[in-house]
C-alpha cells in the first residue's frame, strides 16, 4: 500500500528557499527585520563611490540578493498593525520623552530642575457611562445600573444608555480635538506670562514654553491628551528657566488655561459652538525618579505612560476596527462623476456599517462619523475618511520644536550605526569623502509563505530574549 505525503504550501515554499545556495544571507535578512509583521518589498541598487577619485568602492543590488529584491520594515506605529516596529516607535518615544525630563541624547542633565508637569485632558461629557467604583479600601461599589463592575470589564466607559447618548456631540468634538489642544498651548502661554507679570511680548525674552503630548481613546470614544508641559529659558531646554519659573505657578497657570481654552466650530444644530475640555482633568508636578515625593509621577513613570499611548490607535473604542472605513471608489462621498456609486450603492460606506462586527457603540460612533460627514456644513471636517478614527484626523503624539530630540534624530542615530558597521566591514572608516547613490523601486509588501515561518521563528525568539532580560536592559538594545 501506498502512502502519499502532502506539505504545506508555506513548507513547501521553505523547502525552497533553503535549497538556495544562498540561504544564509536571506535569512539574515529576515532576522534584521527583527519580525516586522508586513515588511515592504523593493528593488534597485545603492553605491558607495568615493568622491574624489570616483572610484565606485561598494554596490548593493537586489538583483544579487537571494530573492532578487530587499525587506524593509514597514515602521508602522501602532502595535494593532506591526508589534515589532510599533515596540520600536514605543521605545523611541520613551526615549523622546525621558530626554525632555532627565536630559541625555542632546539635551543637557540640567532639564531635570525645569519646572514641568503632566497633565491629562478630556473631552466632556456626552451621557453617562458605567464606572468602575471602589471605596479606599478596594471594595467594589455598584455602578449607577445597579452592578459592580471590576477592572478589565468591557462595559465600564460604554454609554449606560446607547438610545440617549450624544453620539454626533461625541464625533464632532473628536473632530475639533487638533484644534482645542493648539488652543490649550497659546492659552497656557498666556497664563504662565500672566502669573509671572509679563507681556506676551516680554515674555519671550525670559522663558519657553516646551510640550510634548499623545493622544488616546477612552472606551467611551472620546480622544483625551496626556502630556507634558515645561518651563525652560528663551532658548530652550540647554537655557535656565527663570527664577519666578516655579512648579506651583506652572501648575495654576495649566488648570487656568484648560479652564479658559474654548475653540468656536459647527455644533450639531448647525450652529456656532464652543468646543471645550471636560471638567474632569489632571495636573500633577513631575518628580525626577530619585526624589522621594508624594506624587505618583516621575520623568521615568510619565515617559513610559506617554510611550505605551503612542502605540495605539482608536481599536480601544472601536473594537479592534483600524482601517478607513469609506467607499475607495467615491472616497466616502456616494456619488462617482456625478452618479450614485455602484461600489457602495451611494451609501459611501466601504462595507456596510451594519455588518461590521462589532459592539453596538461603535457602531453608532460610526454611524454619527458618515451621517454628518454626509452633511455639506460638516464637509471640511472629512468625518467619513476619519470615521474609523471616530472623527480624530491623526496627529497622535507631537511636540514643541525645543522638547528635547525628535524621532527622526534617533532613527537618524540607528541609520548611521549600521551604515558605519557596514562600512567598516569594507574597511571603510573614513565617510568624508564617500557619496552614496541609490535608486529603488516599491514592488509590493509582506513575505512569501515560507518568509513568513523564518519570520514566525524571530518573533518567537524575541519573546524569549524579552522574557530573560530585565527591563532595564530591554530599553537600551535598540542601540
Ligand atoms: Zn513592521
Ligand atoms: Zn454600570
Ligand atoms: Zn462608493
Request: proline share 5%; net charge positive; hydrophobic share 35%.
Amino acid at each position: 500500500m501506498t502512502q502519499t505525503h502532502s506539505i504545506s504550501a508555506p513548507l513547501a515554499n521553505l523547502i525552497d528557499l533553503a535549497a538556495m545556495h544562498d540561504f544564509d544571507r536571506l535569512q539574515a535578512q529576515i532576522e534584521r527585520l527583527g519580525g516586522c509583521a508586513r515588511p515592504i518589498q523593493i528593488t534597485g541598487f545603492s553605491a558607495t563611490i568615493n568622491k574624489e577619485t570616483s572610484e565606485v568602492l561598494h554596490v548593493f543590488n537586489t538583483d544579487d540578493e537571494p530573492t532578487g529584491r530587499l525587506l524593509v520594515a514597514c515602521g508602522n506605529r501602532r502595535t494593532s498593525r506591526c508589534p515589532t516596529c510599533a515596540e520600536t516607535y514605543r521605545r523611541d518615544t520613551f526615549h523622546l520623552i525621558a530626554t525632555g525630563l532627565s536630559g541625555g541624547k542632546g539635551t543637557p542633565k540640567s532639564i531635570a530642575t525645569h519646572p514641568r508637569a503632566f497633565v491629562t485632558l478630556t473631552a466632556p461629557s456626552f451621557g453617562p457611562v458605567h464606572h468602575k467604583i471602589s471605596t479606599r479600601s478596594g471594595v467594589l461599589k455598584p455602578c449607577r445600573c445597579g452592578h459592580t463592575h471590576a477592572a478589565g470589564d468591557p462595559l465600564i466607559g460604554s454609554p449606560l444608555n446607547l438610545d440617549t447618548y450624544d453620539y454626533e456631540s461625541a464625533v464632532l468634538w473628536n473632530a475639533h480635538a487638533a484644534k482645542i489642544w493648539a488652543r490649550f498651548t497659546t492659552r497656557l502661554r498666556r497664563e504662565v506670562a500672566k502669573a509671572a507679570g509679563l507681556s506676551q511680548r516680554e515674555f519671550r525674552d525670559h522663558a519657553r514654553l516646551s510640550y510634548a503630548k499623545v493622544a488616546e481613546y477612552q472606551a467611551r470614544g472620546a480622544v483625551h491628551f496626556h502630556a507634558v508641559v515645561r518651563i525652560d529659558g528663551p532658548e530652550g531646554s540647554s537655557d535656565s528657566p527663570p527664577a519666578w519659573a516655579t512648579s506651583k505657578l506652572l501648575t495654576k497657570a495649566t488648570k487656568a488655561a484648560i479652564k479658559s481654552t474654548a475653540v468656536p466650530g459647527l455644533g450639531i444644530d448647525g450652529n456656532r459652538h464652543l468646543y471645550a475640555f471636560g471638567k474632569v482633568f489632571n495636573v500633577q508636578p513631575i518628580r525626577t525618579h530619585d526624589f522621594d515625593g508624594d506624587t505618583p509621577f516621575t520623568d521615568q513613570t510619565v515617559a513610559a505612560y506617554i510611550a505605551k499611548y503612542a502605540t495605539k490607535g482608536a481599536e480601544a473604542a472601536t473594537d479592534a476596527i483600524d482601517h478607513p472605513l469609506y467607499c475607495p471608489t467615491c472616497q466616502g462621498t456616494g456619488y462617482s462623476d456625478r452618479y450614485r456609486c455602484t461600489r457602495c450603492d451611494g451609501t459611501g460606506e466601504g462595507q456596510p456599517i451594519a455588518h461590521l462586527v462589532v459592539a453596538d457603540h461603535a457602531r453608532n460612533l460610526f454611524r454619527a462619523c458618515f451621517n454628518l460627514g454626509g452633511r455639506p456644513e460638516y464637509g471640511h471636517l472629512l468625518l467619513r475618511k476619519w470615521a474609523h478614527m471616530v472623527g480624530f484626523p491623526g496627529h497622535f503624539s507631537t511636540k514643541s520644536r525645543r522638547y528635547s530630540t525628535t524621532l527622526g534624530a534617533l532613527r537618524d542615530v540607528r541609520r548611521a550605526w549600521r551604515t558605519h558597521q557596514s562600512r567598516a566591514a569594507l574597511g571603510l572608516l573614513d565617510d568624508t569623502t564617500l557619496v552614496l547613490e541609490s535608486a529603488w523601486t516599491f514592488i509590493g509588501t509582506g513575505y512569501s509563505p515560507g518568509e513568513e515561518l523564518l519570520a514566525a521563528q524571530v518573533r518567537r525568539e524575541n519573546v524569549v530574549a524579552r522574557d530573560h532580560k530585565n527591563c532595564a536592559r530591554t530599553e537600551e538594545v535598540w542601540l
